[in-house]
């Protein structure tokens, strides 16, 4: 399969990769940013009510965001599997990986959903559903206010995840990659990463506090 | 010369003429016309509340507006003018056109996220007419909680998703340029061979990639709250309206370079060619574009003196805008020296750019009086403030952008403009809009309050000369618009130089052909090698006087 020739504006494939390489950096930078002001919210709340967090922090499902941490991580081990699958000139192979990553994303979606359930069921749904415990002070329902903002626009993100990683799972099928050619999979491989990554430090916040 | 001036007879303006192939166009020159279509229309309707502002405050009563249609007057102008007008000005019109030619590039790296770009904002923009239309919004353009979330029963909600969407727009501009300047820059074109505006752009375009997404989690929140009731910063729950004002000026205080970067580019281009001398220190200039760029970032404490904040906070915050200012006089003394022993001609862009130094540093060092705390307690939340943001934004960032619009205009159109027409809208600029805003800093100093629709009447003297003022200031702001629309029409054709300027965007045809060069131009010469000796000069692919 003959190589696809670069845009007008490149001068060669390899200046194209490049430049969709680090398109991906600079978007994952401003992504940063944007999380990075809800999570600096997030502690500066903890930092100023401490207790009160261990108290919310309790009612939190650890298990379940545990299945759910290993889910996600499995998938971003897929997703290199399958752009390494491509590089050794295998795609139809690579794209079973990719149909895999889109799979495990849908699972931890699935487990969210599940999650969100317990949570209503628990009372810790502001607006929804929402029941402060013994010793539980008003600054419990701000814990569950950032919770279900941060995991919603991570679920939102991680579900832009999933179907571009099906898109390119069916453009692998067709043929559309080969090893002088994958660069679209290494862009959405640092998405996905990314969006992986994002995870590590919502459970990071969430989950394990006052549990120690 | 005749290498330049036997260009293709296609340019990018005539090669397709379809409705289609202007709003489905990956061009990125067409795609500045439709940015400047956008930003003007947005301008004028900026323009308008401000109108209507100078208009009721000519008498104290205040009765034209009224207080509750004031609020929603002075909101309109500030969103309007910062996020629909100021912000994308110079960048998406100007940078959009000269970056790809600056640097011998055919186009931008990402020519669909560019189109894209425009669409996001003009959804943005429908947006933020819905909300205008719809009644308006009262908070002002700062959406202070608790006011903005459990108080205005004003359209809150329209006005932050508008300028949330907005970002998406900055986002994906300024990402193009990065990537487009990092990877598309023709052979021989060094880091420190690019022209100034390349540089502040590329500032710029950082400043937008890392503040932008704060202020759309800020603004993401605070609708979340006024719609929802998800009350992150409801006092009512343990959360803090001051955590929303570090967010918001996290980003706003960075946008204030968003917008005045550009402008300095702007400058570094006109001032060297109408002073036919290369620009005093060059690598000082990109040192000082940086410098700004990320000593920008920590000075928004100076926002929120009154605010609450511990006086150690203070402190830090005014030493650090001290230290931001460092930069910006480097900047003011380098175009002056530039023009020491120049051979120096006033034509229209260079009056303009003189205008932006002097408002500029007017500006400037009103903002050191305001970032030293003792007189900002004194004079915050008054007119002075007012002017002395009105100081660097209109008179900086406008000034500028007229200016290199009348620069590029026979690059930009193929036509000439008439000069005479344009130096006096550039004077008049000038007059009109120092007796409309320097009024201000006397009113602020007297105490006068910003925001409010009445004052005391022994003010009033100072409010009708900053009224008058403003009149003047639109006519010199509608000038151009009809110069510059027949040029269009009837400018005598441009060639490919006329300025005698040496970046690559001159070493094609005015009009540029689709894809800017014959051939992709070898950069051989800094930027601004012009003599005044002998008023010879070299572009920077090595040819002199061409």
């Known amino acids: 399969m003959p190589n696809p020739r670069p845009e007008v504006q490149f001068a060669t494939l390899e200046q194209q990769t490049e430049a969709a390489q680090l398109g991906m950096w600079v978007f994952l930078a401003t992504e940063v940013l944007f999380f990075g002001a809800l999570i600096f919210g997030y502690y500066v709340y903890r930092i100023s009510y401490p207790d009160q967090f261990v108290l919310a922090g309790h009612d939190a499902k650890l298990l379940l965001g545990s299945i759910n941490t290993a889910i996600l991580v499995t998938s971003s081990l897929t997703m290199v599997a399958a752009i390494e699958l491509v590089k050794r000139g295998e795609p139809s192979r690579a794209a079973t990986m990719l149909f895999v990553t889109a799979m495990l994303g849908l699972a931890f979606l699935g487990v969210k959903g599940y999650e969100y359930f317990e949570d209503y069921q628990d009372h810790t749904v502001p607006l929804l559903s929402f029941v402060l415990k013994p010793r539980e002070q008003p600054v419990v329902e701000l814990f569950w206010m950032f919770y279900f903002v941060a995991t919603g626009i991570h679920a939102i993100h991680l579900s832009i995840g999933i179907v571009a990683v099906l898109v390119l799972a069916l453009h692998a099928r067709h043929g559309r990659y080969s090893a002088a050619y994958y660069s679209p999979l290494e862009v959405l491989g640092l998405y996905w990463s990314f969006v992986d990554t994002v995870w590590l430090f919502l459970f990071a916040a969430i989950y394990p506090i006052g549990r120690a | ?546």
């Open chain 2, 1 to 546: 010369m005749s290498a330049v001036t036997a260009g293709p007879s296609e340019t990018y303006l005539t090669n397709e003429s379809s409705i289609a192939s202007w709003f489905l166009t990956k061009d990125h020159k067409r795609i500045a016309l439709l940015f400047f279509a956008s930003v003007t229309a947005f301008f004028f309707i900026g323009g308008a509340a401000a109108t209507l502002i100078r208009l009721n405050l000519i008498n104290p009563a205040g009765n034209l507006l009224g207080a509750d249609l004031y609020n929603r007057m002075f909101t309109m102008h500030g969103i309007v003018m910062v996020w629909f007008f100021l912000i994308p000005s110079i960048p998406t019109t100007l940078g959009n056109f000269l970056i790809p030619l600056m640097i011998g590039a055919r186009d931008l790296a990402f020519p669909r996220l560019n189109l894209g770009s425009w669409y996001v904002f003009n959804i943005s923009g429908i947006l933020a007419l819905y909300f205008i239309i719809a009644g308006g919004d009262d908070t002002g353009w700062t959406f202070y909680t608790p006011y903005s979330t459990l108080f205005s029963n004003s359209h809150v909600i329209a006005a932050a998703v508008a300028v949330f969407v907005n970002g998406f727009s900055t986002i994906m501009t300024a990402l193009n340029f990065v990537v487009t300047i990092h990877r598309l820059r023709a052979p021989g074109m060094t880091w420190f061979r690019l022209p100034l505006f390349v540089w502040a752009i590329y500032a710029t375009s950082l400043v937008m990639l890392l503040a932008t997404p704060v202020l759309a989690m800020t603004l993401l929140l605070i609708a979340l709250e006024h719609g929802f009731g998800i009350g992150i910063f409801d006092p009512n729950l343990g959360g803090d309206p001051l955590l929303f004002q570090h967010m918001f000026w996290f980003y706003s205080h960075p946008a204030v370079y968003i917008m005045i970067l550009p402008a300095m580019g702007v400058a570094s281009e006109l001032i060297p060619c109408f002073a036919r001398r290369p620009v005093f220190g060059y690598r000082g200039m990109t040192y000082a574009l940086v410098a700004i760029a990320v000593v920008g970032f920590f000075v928004w404490g100076h926002h929120m003196f009154t605010s609450g904040m511990s006086v150690f906070a203070g402190i830090v915050f005014s030493f650090m805008s001290f230290i931001v200012a460092v930069p910006s006089a480097i900047k003011v003394f380098n175009w002056t020296a530039t023009l020491h022993r120049g051979s120096i001609s006033f034509d229209a862009p260079m009056l303009y750019a003189l205008g932006f130094v002097g408002l500029f540093t007017i500006g400037g060092l009103t903002g050191l009086m305001l970032a030293t705390l003792p007189i900002d307690i004194h004079v915050t939340d008054t007119y002075f403030v007012i002017a002395h943001f009105h100081y660097v934004m209109v008179g900086g960032t406008v000034s500028a952008f007229f200016g290199g619009l009348h620069y590029w205009w026979p690059k930009i159109t193929g036509r000439l403009y008439p000069e005479m027409w344009a130096r006096g809208a550039a004077i008049l600029t000038f007059i009109g809009f120092n007796i409309t805003f320097f009024p201000q800093f006397i009113l602020g100093y007297l105490g006068m309050p910003r925001r409010y629709y009445s004052y005391a009447p022994d003010l009033q003297t100072w409010n009708v000369l900053s009224s008058a003022g403003a009149s003047i200031l639109a006519i010199a702001y509608l000038m151009p618009l009809f110069y510059l629309g027949w040029s269009l029409l009837w400018g005598p054709r441009a060639n490919a130089n006329p300025w005698r300027a040496t970046g690559l965007e001159w070493r094609t045809s005015s009009p540029p052909p689709e894809h800017n060069f014959e051939r992709t131009p070898v950069v051989t010469t800094p930027p601004y090698q012009y003599n005044p000796e002998d008023d010879s000069y070299v572009a920077q692919d090595g040819a002199a006087n061409a």
